[in-house]
């Protein structure tokens, strides 16, 4: 003979609500990384885009994956490495795609690539010299350049997020800013000639 | 421009912002080269640092967080709208699969067993004894067991397309028939059975019912002579 067993409406509105409270309570821890790490992703973006609107869109994408994934991203260091790795590779993928598309309307349109006026009078001249350098470095160097430079991160922190040695994330911002300087220096002699 | 042996060093040490070794200290303060070399490369990594935190610290804008929360909401109410309907869809999937298997026809029959030769009732094998005491072989194709795969996967129509259809070919005409059906399109399966000859085995599948003979009774001439019944033995 089986056995029934009726479960009372009461218990299953009770699971039900603790379902809610859970699902509550991660929308709130959620909430504390967004404001802790939020910024960073935004940075990380604009540092790799050099474009408000294009950073803000590669953030929200990111947080919103990290969103999707959070139930196995709760630890807080996990969280920080996850968000920095993800929010610089869809940067980097939207830059690429953005260089596609514009060889592709050079292509059809044939017009120069030149900077337009707007871009140079809103940053200086070293700044775009600075940029453009910064867009032939490789992606490895790139990465801990930005972070090294972004909210003052320290090496140790650096290489937390980056689940990498302190030595080597010493040697990649060495060999990153000597890249820099390489690129750099006769430019800054030309500036400092006029 | 800086003496050639200290150049690397000097390059090296404006970029780690280290403490100068007391040998390259030393060749700064005699050599005025070097000495304005290094000043114009701890300026270039202090300007790239510069540079770097400007373009790396840009201001979150205001509208950063509530896109984000807004983004994030309509992920849930996403995700959410969808699990009913991947419910139905699943719901609807098995249906249909529990349909199709039902409704499958079941005397499928492979092609390469189409050739069935006197085998399948005794109502053919009756026939089949016939044949064979007129000396004739021939080969019986049953349209349902040349059914193309199209065929097969597919319910009948009617169940006029599931009727037993005999062809009796003579030998001699077995050819000319192989050359009719190949003209027919869709009937490869037919003609593979025309063409292929019955195996002596299945020939000797067929069973012969022996005469059943009654009792013989066997009897001498002289009796039969005496059992005349003109009475002419009574006469001698």
Not at chain 2, 13 to 30: F, G, K, N, Q, T
């Amino acid at each position: 003979m089986q056995e029934l067993v009726l479960i009372p409406p009461v218990r299953a509105a009770e699971k039900e609500f603790a379902q809610e409270a859970a699902q509550a309570a991660l929308r709130r821890e959620f909430e504390e990384r967004l404001a802790e790490c939020g910024p960073l992703a935004y940075r990380i973006a604009r540092g790799v885009l050099r474009n408000n609107a294009d950073a803000e869109d590669v953030a929200q994408e990111a947080l919103l994956r990290a969103y999707r994934r959070f139930e196995g991203l709760r630890d807080r260091g996990r969280f920080r490495a996850w968000l920095v790795r993800i929010a610089f590779r869809l940067a980097i993928d939207r830059v690429r795609s953005s260089k596609r598309r514009q060889v592709r309307e050079t292509l059809w349109s044939e017009t120069s690539s030149r900077p337009s006026t707007e871009d140079l009078a809103a940053t200086s001249e070293f700044q775009a010299y600075l940029d453009r350098a910064m867009d032939e470095l490789p992606d490895k160097h790139r990465l801990v350049l930005l972070l090294g430079a972004i909210e003052g991160h320290s090496l140790e922190e650096v290489a937390e997020m980056l689940s990498l040695p302190v030595g080597t994330v010493k040697s990649r911002l060495f060999f990153a800013r000597k890249q820099l300087a390489e690129k750099l220096r006769c430019h800054v002699k030309t500036i400092e000639k006029r | 421009m800086p003496c050639e042996n200290y150049r690397e060093a000097l390059i090296e040490a404006a970029a780690v912002d280290a403490r100068l070794s007391p040998e390259l200290r030393a060749h700064l303060d005699a050599c005025t080269s070097c000495r304005a070399s290094f000043v114009e490369e701890t300026q270039l990594f202090a300007a790239i640092d510069t540079g770097l935190r400007t373009a790396a610290n840009a201001e979150v804008p205001p509208s950063f967080f509530p896109g984000v929360r807004a983004s994030l909401l309509d992920d849930s109410a996403s995700r959410r709208g969808w699990r009913p309907f991947l419910i139905f869809a699943a719901a609807a999937v098995a249906m249909a699969l529990t349909v199709l298997i039902t409704a499958r026809p079941r005397h499928t029959i492979k092609d390469n067993q189409a050739k069935q030769i006197f085998s399948a009732s005794p109502r053919e094998k009756t026939e089949a004894s016939a044949r064979e005491a007129s000396g004739t072989r021939a080969i019986l194709a049953s349209s349902h067991s040349y059914r193309t795969p199209h065929e097969r996967n597919t319910a009948p129509a009617n169940s006029a397309s599931l009727h037993v259809m005999d062809v009796l070919v003579p030998p001699e005409e077995r050819e000319a028939f192989a050359r009719f059906i190949t003209s027919q399109p869709g009937r490869s399966g037919v003609v593979i059975a025309v063409v292929a000859a019955a195996t002596e085995n299945q020939d000797n599948r067929l069973s012969v019912e022996p005469l059943e003979i009654a009792e013989l009774e066997v009897k001498p001439l002289e009796a039969l002579a005496s059992e005349v019944p003109d009475g002419t033995e009574e006469e001698q």
